[in-house]
């Protein structure tokens, strides 16, 4: 386990648990089949230009996609909402299409990362080899061809309704024993053309050529990811960034706070947030409010599971209601399709949703939605929202606020030339 964190005055200390594998459990490696889920919307029919053996296809820009604008001077932020899921399928329990619903319905778009292993079916294990594994290893197990029928219908789905697909990679690794946070820059190269392989051939690998395509070119929509566990981040970074493509990280642990670049990537961390009833903050994920409440058991007490599930849902809305009204800043929640506690967390996600998604000024989006608005600010102007600490408003409101500038920099010793500001994102239409 990693030790949980609490923000103070001075930064970050460890307390209580908030991570224990931070990600999927063994239930994963084996999924019910999936029963038939919601319609697809249709793909643009101007272009569809099939790419590798036709498992993919550019059709174009992506549809139901809001274009990032420049704030005026003084204009307040708008509210960011990231609702993320980790190793996004759909099996027997049909959440995948659910969410998708629950997106349609309360105006949210999120981010699915998928686990690339999920488009490779058994059969062919033997294609994959992690780093530090022999072939055909997962701790995640590997798919069907029900599922990985039932997933890619989810997936050009929600890609057309304007959702992203990410990457949760692959074989999902953690600890010291070879887990991804021993993994050198070379090693992470290796698991990224992996995962974007399972998902460019899988039509092949599964024997389904008569299937539609995913309606995107993955070398294109794949700019993000989140690490199994949340550990191997700075490795993955450089690997990322050297590669190319990457624009932003959701692997890392952070307060509420506006978001800065780290290594070239914006880094978008799941958040410490409150934990009703408790001393300590938990991180912003299904699973970390389990492991406060039932430990590793993933089925805990029953009579506990409205209560914990309430919990969940609680807290994510009050930190939502700090950011709201204070610093403005995204709020970043993270998920898995999973049934722990009888599906409490699921109840609690779809709740929160239905609450925050629904207000003014908020808008709930992708990953890719929310690096598009920050890279079209001015540099100053993110400077200036970043002064700003967990649930503080400006205290002379937002238009002085974001008119003043942010403090003056100390001056440059005599003789020293001062460092070039970045160029800002051009204005584009919202």
């Known amino acids: 386990m990693i030790a949980a964190t609490k923000k103070t005055a001075g930064g970050l200390v460890a307390m209580a648990l908030v991570l224990g594998a931070a990600g999927c459990s063994s239930s994963e490696s084996a999924r019910p089949p999936a029963k038939k889920g919601a319609a697809a919307p249709e793909a643009p029919d101007s272009v569809n230009r099939p790419i590798g053996d036709g498992s993919t296809a550019y059709t174009g820009p992506q549809p139901n996609v809001r274009k990032a604008r420049r704030l005026k001077p003084g204009e307040k932020p708008p509210q960011f909402v990231v609702f993320s899921w980790d190793g996004a399928a759909e099996d027997g329990q049909r959440l995948f299409s659910h969410f998708r619903g629950v997106g349609r319905k309360y105006n949210a778009r999120m981010t699915y990362f998928l686990s690339g292993v999920y488009m490779l079916p058994e059969e062919k294990r033997s ?69 974007k392989s399972f998902v460019k051939n899988w039509k092949t690998n599964a024997g389904l050529k008569q299937m539609e395509a995913l309606p995107f070119d993955y070398d294109r929509e794949l700019i993000g990811a989140r690490t199994p566990c949340l550990e191997g981040q700075k490795n993955f970074m450089l690997a990322a960034k050297e590669m190319g493509g990457f624009r932003y990280d959701s692997s890392g642990i952070g307060k509420q706070i506006w978001p800065k670049k780290t290594d070239g990537l914006w880094d978008l961390p799941l ?7 408790r001393a300590f903050e938990t991180l912003s994920m299904d699973y970390n409010y389990m492991v406060n409440q039932s430990g590793t058991t993933t089925q805990g ?28 800043a995204p709020l970043i929640i993270g998920n898995h399709f999973e049934s722990w506690n009888g599906g409490t967390y699921m109840r609690a996600v779809e709740e929160t949703i239905k609450t925050v998604c629904t207000r003014p000024d908020v808008r709930c989006v992708p990953f890719r939605e ?15 929202l970043r002064t700003l600490d967990v649930g503080e408003a400006p205290k002379e409101g937002w238009t002085k606020f974001l008119t003043a500038g942010p403090p003056a920099k100390p001056a440059a010793p005599a003789g020293v030339k001062p460092a070039a500001e970045p160029a800002g994102g051009a204005e584009v239409e919202d």
């Open 271 to 277: 958040q410490l947030v409150p934990l009703p009833g």
């Open 127 to 195: 294609l994959y080899t992690a780093p530090q594994h022999g072939a055909g290893r997962s701790d995640i197990g590997f798919g069907d061809l029900q599922g990985i029928k039932d997933t890619t219908v989810q997936l050009r789905a929600a890609w057309l309704e304007g959702n992203e697909i990410g990457t949760h990679f692959n074989g999902h690794f953690c600890g010291a024993d070879g887990g991804v946070g021993t993994w050198s820059v070379e090693e992470w190269k290796s698991e990224i053309s992996q995962a």
């Open 301 to 328: 007490d029953p009579s506990q599971h409205a209560y914990w599930g309430n919990q969940m849902r609680d807290g994510l809305i009050q930190a939502f209601e700090r950011a709201y009204a204070g610093n403005r």
């Open 370 to 384: 929310l690096a598009d608005w920050l890279d079209a600010q001015d540099p100053k102007v993110l400077e200036q």
